[in-house]
């Protein structure tokens, strides 16, 4: 939302809407909001209107708290009652308003309010004949304001908000800012924040958001949300409208208690960091200190009082699988059930990166997970290829099974995609979806910034989406070319608990993906934005019940494994989650905790005092971890797992795979918000016979026995792969032949880590080829195009060089005619590329490093771009350079009018200096030798004429760094000294925008 401004709005409008197929000018006649958040002064307009044909009414939202769920009922009854008299009447805007609460009148809920009045009018007809505005003290937070305009809401009046933001003033805890200031920024605020709820699930205007109610309720029952929340998934029911009734009267009587209390003492909340007497957590410092005893002291009693703490919620309910309880079975001797050594390879933990936790504590986890035989994950930050063949005395290994390639492809290289048991992908994460990962520039080290690809300081932000993936078929050909770049490898999809994820997990199985993951919503560090930790994603137990059984019902749950994850913590979840479908179980927060987290969700500001989630070289050295702990902790938990498994009569996994059957809810549960809650849809077990599979027991075919590089290219090319002799050939090629050149560039990279020399294997096809051609080639191969390609053309390219012009004798001008798709070179990290002709949209989207001469490229190009050099000979799409933190753009820009479609947030237009002239010379002579462009040779043959045309694209961020590094050269550092120093001055400077 914040990178493509181009084509999100806040604007809305609110009034009475006429017949959208018959448009007259009375149509028009609206209000125009440039946000929907009023501040007083607005709504006090809107109250005494009298422009046009203009008319509002204020109806209160307020209840007799004395009358309990009747009074609510009524008092709702009679609002609609209300607003039906008042549409009658000529009213078309109708505010709703809780400013009269007093002693005697509760407020209703806002959001029961605004969505239940929405629903009657829509029963009754009379929606489009008037707008709904809100007059709250109650909505603060974005997802607030995000769940009243999805359920209908035209404008929002947080008073109450503002009035605390003055209040604030005038205690001196907000300083240098006056009210108006002050409340005008959390205006802003706020509507970033909706606009951003909102792009998260591909809607970029609030006008499409409103009434658009793309929520699943979780803890309302049927009667609810078919009065008030109508359409809206509820999918384990829940409290009614009594226990509703019952919360507001408990705030009421909180606010006008029957004895005096001093007025001035606020409850500590506790929401999001733990708070003593505040909200509970299952990870207090009870648990925490438990835990990392156990593992410390190595006691496996010690672990069972942790378990105890977690898996004994008594009164207290925190997880939906704290209202499920096992049934009696007959038992088995703990001596027939699989052993700790066989269950613990089934454990893995989660995808947390190099860059967002430190050196030693990433390190520490793959230690771990390789010495039990589980897998670690890299996470989205890359890895030190060091790692990969580091060993010790007693043989472990710092390589991560788990090679993550998220949207942000930072570090997915050739080599790096070599070196894993499985590749995953990062379709979203539990803790945030929708949203790309960011570091910030603080946080990118030297170090960091080596395996990223990337410049040190310069902040990185990863695309909320993979841009080579709008489709199922998308995401199909991403798994094809993974599976492509490593053979021997697994290739998983990581997908969020949500309504509807068993027919996405459904597609990814159909996709050829060999494992499927459903990440639970309260997993993620402490540097997920606020509004997703608590407000997106949805419990595992939810996604991951629907998964199994959707699985199952399409026949294909025995062709791909189902992992789950999302604050795991002892072996009774790890069962939980069996019995609901799983077979392979992620832990990272746990984890954490064990090699010393302490949870102080400070994990964004480099500060963590456990020297876990920290760059910083200082606090790194508390780091107190040890591989031993970790290990100690997963050998508890399947030890856990063992002794439960033999009580249920289970002697394997796979045989409790799906058993929803041995759960069952528990029946006295006696919190009054829990009573109405009905697990049978998460229980339900499908009807299908025995020939039907219930877990992974067939491999996935990939095709790749068709794939040109095995019928053809391996063989043509043993000599180079073997011994580094030269080789080239003329080949036709087909848009049926996809992937093309990326098994030979895996097994080049097998045997030879650094590629081999320049041109070593040259291969001319002949004709159009397919998608993904040249993806994450290595070095010393040369993919010549004489033709035309696809999408995704040298994805994730790894130091090869790719060649496309028109085949000879074409008619048509190359600069004029698209010649490659779109998202060429994506998270490309090395490498060469001309390209005569002009590319679709995303041209080199999060390139770090490739350098390219093209003749024309789509919108979007180089978002996102971290470096590496772009010399565009011709005219650019929309929105170019958005997100771009580091690299160089070159553009020819004849017409002059390039500055229009540049996004210049995070960098400026310059004109070139002598270095900047040669280096751009020479790279459009490059591209004149390979391609016999005649674009390249005009212009190199009128170059005194052509210069002062170019202009330069520069981030801002990656200048200042660049500067920061002249000066530390200067001062006669070298190598990695000047690179730390340029950083520590980087840091200082208070001018950073996108490393804040």
């Known amino acids: 939302s914040i990178r493509e401004e181009i084509i999100t709005s806040s604007e809305t409008t609110i009034g009475a809407e006429r017949n959208l197929l018959k448009p007259e000018p009375e149509s028009c006649h609206l209000i125009e909001l440039k946000t929907p958040i009023l501040s007083n002064e607005e709504l006090a307009k809107l109250k005494h209107i009298s422009e046009g044909d203009f008319k509002s009414i204020t109806l209160p939202i307020l209840f007799d708290p004395k009358k309990g769920v009747e009074g609510l009922e009524a008092a709702m009854e009679e609002i609609c009652a209300q607003a039906d008299r008042a549409i009658e009447s000529g009213v078309n805007l109708i505010i709703l308003s809780d400013r009269q609460i007093s002693p005697s009148q509760a407020p209703i809920p806002a959001l029961l309010a605004v969505a239940g009045l929405h629903h009657h009018l829509i029963r009754n007809g009379t929606r489009t004949r008037t707008g709904i505005v809100l007059e709250s003290g109650e909505p603060r937070e974005v997802h607030h304001y995000a769940t009243l305009i999805g359920y209908g809401c035209g404008a929002i009046n947080p008073y109450l908000a503002f009035e605390t933001i003055d209040a604030m003033i005038q205690q001196g805890t907000l300083v240098n800012v006056d009210t108006y200031k002050a409340c005008k920024n959390y205006v802003k605020a706020v509507t970033k924040g909706v606009v951003k709820v909102a792009s998260k699930i591909g809607i970029s205007t609030l006008q499409s958001y409103r009434g658009a109610q793309i929520f699943e309720a979780l803890g309302l029952n049927k009667s609810v949300i078919d009065k008030y929340f109508t359409w809206t998934a509820s999918r384990i029911e829940g409290v009614g409208l009594d226990a509703i009734a019952t919360e507001a009267i408990l705030r009421h009587s909180h606010a006008f208690p029957d004895r005096e209390v001093n007025g001035h003492t606020l409850d500590v909340g506790g929401e999001y960091q733990w708070r003593k007497e505040g909200e509970a957590h299952l990870f207090s410092p009870q648990t925490i200190h438990t835990l990392q005893k156990a593992v410390r002291d190595g006691s496996y009693e010690l672990y069972k009082q942790y378990a105890a703490l977690v898996n004994e919620q008594n009164q207290r309910f925190y997880t939906l699988r704290g209202l499920l309880k096992f049934q009696q079975r007959e038992p088995?001797?703990?001596?027939?059930?699989?052993?700790?050594?066989?269950?613990?390879?089934?454990?893995?933990?989660?995808?947390?990166?190099?860059?967002?936790?430190?050196?030693?504590?990433?390190?520490?986890?793959?230690?771990?997970?390789?010495?039990?035989?589980?897998?670690?994950?890299t996470g989205e930050g890359g890895e030190d290829p060091e790692r990969y063949t580091w060993t010790n005395e007693i043989g472990d290994s710092k390589n991560s099974a788990i090679k993550q390639v998220a949207s942000g492809r930072f570090g997915v290289t050739s080599l790096y995609l070599s070196q894993a048991r499985e590749l995953q992908i990062k379709m979203a994460q539990g803790a945030k979806p929708g949203e790309g990962g960011q570091l910030p520039g603080k946080k990118v080290y030297p170090w960091i910034a080596k395996v990223r690809h990337s410049t040190p300081g310069?902040?990185?932000?990863?695309?909320?989406?993979?841009?080579?993936?709008?489709?199922?078929?998308d995401l199909a050909e991403l798994i094809h070319d993974l599976k492509n770049a490593n053979r021997n490898a697994r290739v998983s999809v990581k997908l969020v608990?949500?309504?509807?994820?068993?027919?996405?997990?459904?597609?990814?199985?159909?996709?050829?993906?060999?494992?499927?993951?459903?990440?639970?919503?309260?997993?993620?560090?402490?540097?997920?934005?606020?509004?997703?930790?608590?407000?997106?994603?949805?419990?595992?137990?939810?996604?991951?019940?629907?998964?199994?059984?959707?699985?199952?019902?399409?026949?294909?749950?025995?062709?791909i494994a189902v992992e789950t994850d999302g604050q795991m913590k002892t072996g009774r979840d790890v069962v939980i989650a069996a019995l609901l479908g799983a077979e392979e179980f992620g832990f990272a927060t746990a984890p954490l905790v064990t090699l010393g987290c302490i949870m102080m969700r400070v994990c964004h500001l480099n500060t963590c005092p456990a020297g876990v989630a920290t760059q910083d070289p200082l606090l790194r050295k508390n780091f107190t971890g040890d591989p031993a702990h970790t290990v100690n902790f997963m050998r508890f938990i399947a030890s856990e797992v063992r002794e439960i498994m033999a009580q249920l009569g289970f002697r394997s996994i796979n045989e409790m795979v799906g058993r929803t059957d041995v759960l069952e809810a528990k029946q006295a549960v006696e919190h009054w918000k829990a009573k109405g809650i009905d697990l049978s849809k998460i229980l339900y077990q499908p009807e299908v016979d025995d020939s039907v599979g219930r877990y992974c027991q067939i491999p996935q075919d990939h095709g790749l026995d068709k794939s040109l590089d095995i019928t053809t290219l391996l063989d043509l090319c043993k000599p180079a792969i073997e011994s580094g002799e030269k080789v080239s050939a003329t080949l036709p090629i087909k848009n049926i032949n996809r992937v093309v050149g990326t098994i030979l560039g895996n097994e080049i990279t097998k045997r030879h880590w650094q590629g081999l020399p320049e041109d070593t294997v040259h291969l001319h096809f002949q004709g159009s080829a397919g998608q993904s051609f040249g993806a994450f080639v290595p070095k010393g191969v040369t993919l010549e195009l004489e033709g035309d390609a696809n999408d995704y053309v040298g994805k994730g390219l790894s130091g090869g060089k790719i060649i496309v012009y028109p085949p000879a004798g074409s008619t048509f001008v190359p600069e004029e005619n698209i010649i490659i798709g779109n998202v060429a070179f994506y998270g490309a990290t090395s490498g060469e590329a001309y390209i005569n002709g002009v590319a679709g949209e995303r041209f080199c989207v999060r390139n770090s490093g490739v350098n390219t001469v093209i003749e024309g490229v789509g919108d979007h190009g180089c978002e996102y771009m971290t470096g590496g050099k772009v010399v565009v000979l011709g005219s650019t799409g929309r929105n170019f350079a958005a997100g771009m933190s580091g690299g160089v753009a070159y553009i020819l820009d004849e017409a002059g009018d390039f500055a229009t479609r540049c996004n210049t947030s995070m960098a400026d237009i310059e004109t070139l200096d002598e270095e900047d002239i040669d280096t751009v010379r020479e790279m459009i002579q490059k591209h004149a030798d390979y391609t016999k462009s005649q674009k390249a040779t005009k212009v190199l043959a009128n170059w005194a004429e052509m210069v002062p045309k170019f202009v330069k694209v520069m981030p801002r961020d990656y200048k200042r760094v660049l500067q920061c590094l002249k000066n530390a050269l200067a001062s006669g550092l070298s190598g990695d000294d000047a690179l730390a120093a340029a950083f520590e001055e980087n840091a200082r400077d208070v001018a950073r925008i996108g490393g804040s």
Not at 341 to 368: D, P, Q
Request: a negative charge.
């Open 458 to 473: 310069v902040g990185l932000i990863s695309p909320p989406p993979h841009h080579d993936i709008y489709s199922i078929e």
């Open 332 to 377: 088995v001797p703990i001596e027939e059930v699989e052993p700790v050594e066989a269950i613990v390879k089934r454990f893995k933990t989660g995808a947390m990166s190099y860059g967002s936790i430190s050196k030693e504590a990433h390190e520490a986890l793959a230690i771990a997970m390789n010495r039990i035989g589980g897998k670690s994950n």
């Open 497 to 559: 608990s949500e309504v509807g994820v068993g027919t996405i997990a459904a597609g990814v199985a159909k996709a050829h993906a060999d494992v499927v993951l459903i990440s639970g919503y309260d997993g993620g560090t402490g540097a997920s934005p606020q509004t997703s930790i608590k407000h997106a994603g949805l419990p595992w137990e939810l996604g991951l019940a629907e998964t199994h059984q959707t699985l199952v019902l399409n026949n294909l749950r025995s062709r």
